[in-house]
């Protein structure tokens, strides 16, 4: 099917297009610059970005893939989880296409959207395949049996998650936000061994009660502990080694995890998504370890790893493929759907 998919869950005004499997055009327009003084996206501010950049976007990507709205099968829309005010536009936008085409409508799950864009890169999932999904939001993990239908959590953050931590480190020693991308710069020139800094849930006793599950609080406290020391103590802070000990304690941990449950689950295909997913380290460390316990895995370019409409598209024709009705007119935003819900 040809589908056109809209992500406005945060800073990022994504418009795509894909057809089946294939990948036709994917249009990005962010606010993240007018967020960047404030340390975070600010919703107010998202929001009114996501209404100013709506239909350029729109425009744009129908250009690139060269394609009218007449010729499409669907459209979808990011439903949840999300911004409140950012979600409402980009479903307000997508209502009025729907309306105005004719066309069947579906409100999809973005957190199920970060998994399904590797769809575009590496063709269909396998019948059963485990989900990594690092975001800014969320750190879990996902059994996918069938991407359109069933998706079920089998671990989650206890509390921060992955590219939240990386943010807030990011902060704490003085780097630009978005802290994921800056931190895997400045890591790259660091000893990633220079400092043993705590990998969360991962003693014998968690293993019972959170072996699937992931800590970041404590790590992102310690990382800004030792900076506070060696502030305190007069030393300079050597940004690369803590920028790269931190970076290699996260990749460990999700690393580990992901494998295990591979495991555990008795599935041999490990899909990663989500912001975190571009992050260099956990993209080679995961290649090494999957790699040697004979797990296949799966990473989308870095370019769709982050928020974009392709994922959005992408969801929606597996969904379409599948048979499922449409969501109709008259769903609203849910700023907390569960990731078990892939279409409302
Ligand atoms: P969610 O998907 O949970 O709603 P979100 O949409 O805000 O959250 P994403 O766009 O998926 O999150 O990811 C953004 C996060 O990814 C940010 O925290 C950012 O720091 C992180 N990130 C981006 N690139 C990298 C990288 N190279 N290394 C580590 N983290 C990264
Ligand atoms: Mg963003
Ligand atoms: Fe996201």
Request: charged share 20%.
């Amino acid at each position: 099917p040809l589908i056109l998919g809209i992500e406005t869950s945060c800073d990022e005004t994504g418009v795509g297009v894909v057809r089946g499997g294939e990948l036709l055009a994917h249009e990005v327009a962010s606010s993240v610059d007018e967020h960047v003084r404030f340390g975070g996206v600010v919703p107010e501010i998202a929001s009114r970005a996501h209404l100013l950049a709506m239909q350029p976007t729109l425009r744009r990507a129908l250009a690139a893939a060269d394609v009218d709205l007449g010729e499409l099968d669907g459209i979808a829309v990011t439903a949840g989880p999300g911004l409140m005010g950012a979600l409402v536009v980009g479903i307000g936008a997508a209502k009025s296409l729907a309306y105005a085409t004719n066309k069947p409508l579906y409100g999809v799950n973005h957190l199920a959207g970060h998994v399904a864009v590797d769809i575009l890169d590496h063709g269909p999932l396998p019948e059963r395949s485990l989900a990594l999904l690092v975001s800014g939001g969320h750190t879990s993990l996902l059994r996918v049996d069938d991407i359109a239908r069933s998706i079920t959590p089998i671990g989650a953050t206890i509390d921060d998650a992955a590219g939240e931590a990386y943010d807030k480190v990011a902060r704490v020693l003085g780097l630009a936000y978005p802290g994921g991308p800056v931190i895997d710069k400045a890591a790259a020139g660091g000893d990633p061994r220079a400092i043993r800094f705590p990998r969360g849930l991962t003693s014998p006793r968690d293993r019972e009660r959170h072996r699937f599950d992931f800590s970041f609080s404590g790590l992102k406290t310690a990382v800004a502990r030792w900076v506070e020391i060696a502030e305190v103590e007069g030393r300079e802070v050597p940004v690369a080694n803590v920028a790269a000990s931190f970076q290699e304690a996260v990749a460990d941990v999700l690393t580990a995890k992901a494998v295990d449950a591979c495991r555990a689950e008795g599935v041999t295909d490990l899909v990663i998504g989500g912001g975190v997913a571009a992050n260099s380290r956990l993209r080679s460390l995961l290649a090494e370890r999957a790699g040697a316990a004979g797990i296949g895995v799966r990473r989308p370019r870095p370019g769709l790893c982050t928020d974009n409409g392709a994922m959005i598209a992408a969801l929606g024709a597996e969904v379409v493929a599948a048979g499922l009705p449409p969501s109709g007119l008259e769903f609203g935003a849910d700023s907390g759907l569960p990731v078990s819900r892939v279409l409302v």
